[in-house]
Nanobody, 124 residues
């Protein structure tokens, strides 16, 4: 079983930055592909970014490409999402997700473990 705990959310003005963190339990974290998703009020949860177990491969949704960077520190069992040039439409609850093995899915069904989420609010 893997437990994921997100942190780093908050209220920020448009154009600002935030760095989200996701701390994972489990000794095999370094083998897990990881992803970030978000869910805005009244909308479906959507893929934001994903990273391979080694960190060598990353994927981004078009809506955040060029503004967000996903990274991981396997020694700290932590994955990060650096978000810059934030827009009001980035307002959502952001979730961290993990799967035990394989490639990096961009869909919800591809992940087995989920955190509780952290709220990001961007004011205009």
């Amino acid at each position: 079983q893997v437990q994921l705990v997100e942190s780093g959310g908050g209220l920020v003005q448009a154009g600002g930055s935030l760095r989200l963190s996701c701390a994972a339990s489990g000794r095999t974290f370094s083998t897990y592909p990881m992803g970030w998703f978000r869910q805005a009020p009244g909308k479906e949860r959507e893929f934001v970014a994903g990273i391979s177990w080694s960190g060598s491969t990353t994927y981004y949704a078009d809506s955040v490409k060029g503004r967000c960077t996903i990274s991981r520190d396997n020694a700290k069992n932590t994955v990060y999402l650096q978000m810059n040039s934030l827009k009001p439409e980035d307002t959502a609850v952001y979730y961290c997700a993990a799967r035990p093995i394989g490639n990096v899915p961009t869909n919800l069904a591809g992940y087995d473990y989920w955190g509780q989420g952290t709220q990001v609010t961007v004011s205009s």
